[in-house]
């Protein structure tokens, strides 16, 4: 039986999360709805995505504005991390939170890569 959507999702992030120093990891669509996630159980996994769905519009808002053109990515540093968000198509954001002094040059090589992964699969018809 051929693998679903979800599941191929599922080892996407399950893959990214091996990258190392990442907490969250999940896809989200743009209007703020949770597809799938590895999130520890202290986070509220739909609350997370209704929040990084809204900082992508936010920004997509003000690049618009701005007339400095689409968003590729945004990276908010905290005491006690950094929230990756990743364009997966028009449709999804891959989000992640990395650890505090992660190696964010690698987390962002690999977020791009499987940020184009999600996107091929959920353009499938």
Do not use: W, Y
């Amino acid at each position: 039986m051929p693998e679903t959507k979800k599941e191929r999702l599922d080892k996407i992030l399950s893959r990214f999360g091996e990258v190392g120093q990442i907490r969250a990891v999940g896809v989200v669509s743009k209007e703020g709805l949770l597809i799938t996630s590895r999130m520890p159980p202290e986070m509220n996994e739909r609350i997370v995505a209704a929040l990084c769905s809204t900082i992508m519009a936010s920004a997509e808002t003000a690049s618009t504005q701005m007339g400095i053109g689409a968003v590729n990515d945004i990276h908010v540093k905290t005491d006690q991390g950094t929230i990756l968000l990743q364009p997966a198509g028009e449709k999804a954001v891959l989000i992640a939170l990395a650890e505090t002094g992660a190696q964010l040059g690698l987390i962002m090589m690999e977020i791009e890569v499987r940020a184009k992964q999600v996107q091929e699969i959920l353009e499938e018809v």
